[in-house]
């Protein structure tokens, strides 16, 4: 059933998305996108003001990845629509649910170098799932429909509407569809029932089987399903570091993320399986190491809702095609009609836990009474295990990687693709907005938190409070290690000169602003932040020489760790 009505295309927009069950919009207003935010005093969705493009792209990007509903940003023309695309490329990267809405001048104007004018069409084709120009206003209703249903349904992505002023401002009689054909768009969804047979089968006959889940785990909420599989096969379980959280990390098969700073044991038993259960990962290269090494001496059975990643990256024995839930729960149902269960612990499950016991022990970690690990640890004993965790990019986030475990599935952020600094505390404000009775902490660095940080204000002023958490050690850290590493230490670039003081920044915009020195100190100030109605920005100086470690180095395999000596 259709419903009609005549209104000008702005409107039409706005109903368009109430009717979608958008509740928040977060963005800047500007010449060209006037219209719309003028239809913002006629309807029931909240409008959230960033202070910066790219900031309101990344909390539509936090909203998206804790609802599961696209997040949905504004901007204007020409440099508003630029300045979000780094934000759209990130969402692209982590196969993110969004919705971004520009504004574009008039129509007649088009490709006229006009004011404020970019082909934000062109440019954003590579990093969008699909990009919509509609020239008169009575598209608008089915593309917004069409924009949503893309964004969320298959492998989630970003989705971009770019509206010309006069397409907003004129008025049409508008159909609001209930079904529309997009024709060449079919996600993959149904279950591959012979494939999942083949995929016990050959875990059932391998000697060194392993679970390797990664972030179409976490997407797909396929949690419980994993959890069955893992424990009825006693499967060890190793993630990507998207992937993280998808397997309870207290859990005693868990072994955390692999990769270029993965856990070492988990590096250690992947690189010793023969038979591995690829769970919705693209095998980036700061997961696997070298690709040839990898897949050396194992067999991959690779499960995934996006075929175009089935061969990509390494070659896969068995491809499951289709929703990874749909799936798993295909797998778990098998399994019970088998009466398939392993309960007696393999000699491979001994070895993978002695592995992990070893390592844990024997891990080599800083010194001092502030080093990364304690404080992070230290983070997770205060923090409610529902609590929800996003982080920059940099080491803080590798030492996140490391020594935060995530005891509840799906609770764990951080922009992995693309690697895009400033990323963690717009989209920490964002998933407090999408969940608002749940801590949101943004495990931070100096360096990228002083990119966004401009999101305070938004924080402060929009009753958003939720928690940064700065791993202070007054430079570009990550960089710093690599120059330490690989440059003979010839430091360039990296000095942040102890400036700003985050502390006097926060209380500046109207936060809480804690300094924690010793262990005590960062006790009450976690307490404090999370009795707070403010936004707490909790400043934590740390040794500018701490390594992370392990690492695998570019061009080398997993079983090449460097370890802290």
Not at 23 to 39: H, I, R, S, T, W
Not at 169 to 198: R, S, T
Request: with cysteine.
């Amino acid at each position: 059933m259709n419903n009609m009505e005549n209104m000008i295309g702005a409107k039409a927009l706005m109903t368009a998305m109430e009717k979608e069950g958008v509740k928040e919009v977060f963005g800047l207003p500007g010449g060209a996108n006037l219209p719309m935010y003028d239809e913002f005093a006629r309807c029931n969705i909240r409008h959230i003001l960033a202070r910066h493009e790219q900031s309101a792209a990344h909390m539509a990007d936090g909203f998206g990845r804790v609802s599961r509903k696209p997040g949905v940003c504004f901007a204007t023309s020409g440099p508003g629509a630029t300045n979000i695309l780094t934000g759209i490329a990130t969402a692209q990267a982590d196969s993110a649910p969004m919705v971004a809405v520009t504004g574009q001048v008039p129509t007649p104007m088009i490709g006229k170098d006009a004011f404020q004018e970019s082909d934000i069409i062109g440019m954003a084709n590579p990093v969008v799932k699909y990009a919509f120009q509609p020239r008169h206003a009575s598209e608008i209703p089915e593309v917004v429909k069409k924009g949503f249903f893309i964004a969320e349904t298959g492998r989630p992505g970003p989705v971009l509407i770019d509206i010309p002023k006069d397409v907003q401002q004129n008025e049409a009689e508008m159909v609001f569809p209930d079904e529309f054909k997009i024709q060449g768009y079919h996600p993959w969804a149904d279950p591959d029932i012979v494939a999942v047979e083949k995929a016990i089968d050959m875990l059932l006959h391998s000697q060194k089987p392993v679970i390797l889940a990664g972030g179409g785990t976490i997407i797909s909420s396929a949690f419980a399903e994993l959890q069955a599989i893992a424990e009825a096969l006693m499967l060890p379980v190793v993630t990507t570091f998207k992937g993280k959280g998808a397997f309870p990390e207290n859990h005693p098969l868990s072994l955390g993320p692999i990769g270029m700073h993965g856990h070492a044991e988990a590096n250690k038993i992947m690189s010793e399986a023969d038979c591995v259960l690829a769970i919705g990962t693209r095998f980036s290269d700061r997961s696997v190491g070298t690709f040839e090494e990898f897949e050396r001496n194992l067999k991959i059975i690779h499960m995934d809702v996006d075929p175009a990643e089935i061969g990509k990256n390494q070659t896969a024995q068995l491809a499951v095609v289709g929703d990874v839930q749909m799936n798993l729960r295909i797998m778990v149902k098998l399994l019970l009609q088998k009466a398939i269960k392993k309960t007696e612990e393999t000699p491979w499950v001994k070895h993978v836990k002695e592995t992990k016991s070893y390592w844990q022990e024997n891990l080599k970690l800083h010194p001092g009474e502030m080093g990364a690990a304690k404080i992070l640890r230290k983070l997770r004993e205060i923090l409610p295990k529902e609590s929800i965790i996003t982080t920059e990019v940099g080491q803080h986030q590798m030492w996140a990687s490391l020594f935060y475990d995530v005891i509840q599935p799906g609770t764990f952020f951080s922009s992995t693709g693309l690697g895009t600094m400033g990323w963690g505390f717009p989209a920490a404000i964002g998933a407090k907005v999408a969940k608002p009775d749940v801590p949101v902490v943004d495990i931070a660095g100096d360096g990228s938190f002083a990119m966004t940080e401009n999101s305070l204000a938004t924080a402060v002023l929009e009753d958003i409070p939720v928690i940064v958490f700065v791993l202070n050690n007054f430079t570009l850290g990550m960089v710093a290690q690599w120059q330490r590493t690989f440059y003979d230490r010839r430091m360039i670039g990296v000095d942040q000169g102890h400036c700003p003081d985050y502390v006097k920044l926060a209380q500046s915009y109207g936060a809480q602003g804690i300094r924690a020195q010793s262990m005590d100190e960062l006790d009450k100030a976690i307490r404090d932040a999370l009795s707070s109605d403010v936004a707490t920005v909790i400043d934590i100086p740390i040794d500018p020489e701490e390594d992370v470690l392990p690492f695998v180095a570019p061009g080398t395999s997993l079983k090449d760790m460097i370890l802290p000596s």
